[in-house]
């Protein structure tokens, strides 16, 4: 499996930014697909974004406009750019191995501890 340590996250103004980053362990990351997603206090997990091994990538509706996912694979990175957030962006996010076609996490990747953000004035 792919393992993964999320790091950048923290307490934020509505309508700040934040930019999150997942550093993967493995030699097999620079072939998936890799996602984020989020969690928030009593909510099951969302998927977030999701980028191709060539930098397609995809969002969910609410964060479109104003997250950018991207990746490096030779650092085997990736990261999240929050711009304009939102307290409903309020969660604890993660990385991950993801499918293409529904953004659902893949049993190839391991979840990681997460970083959480707060956005709150």
């Known amino acids: 499996q792919v393992q993964f340590v999320e790091s950048g996250g923290g307490l934020v103004q509505p309508g700040g930014s934040l930019r999150l980053s997942c550093a993967a362990s493995?030699?097999?990351?620079?072939?998936?697909?890799t996602g984020w997603y989020r969690q928030a206090p009593g909510k099951q997990r969302e998927s977030v974004a999701a980028i191709t091994t060539n930098g397609m990538t995809k969002y969910t509706d609410s964060v479109k406009g104003r997250f950018t996912i991207s990746r490096d694979n030779a650092k085997k990175t990736v990261n999240l750019q929050m711009n304009s957030l939102k307290p409903e962006d309020t969660a604890v996010y993660y990385c991950?191995?993801?499918?293409?076609?529904?953004?659902?996490?893949?049993?190839?990747?391991?979840w990681g501890q997460g970083t959480q953000v707060t956005v709150s004035s």
């Open positions: 493995g030699s097999s990351f620079s072939i998936y697909v």
């Open positions: 991950n191995i993801a499918s293409w076609a529904t953004m659902e996490p893949s049993t190839r990747g391991a």
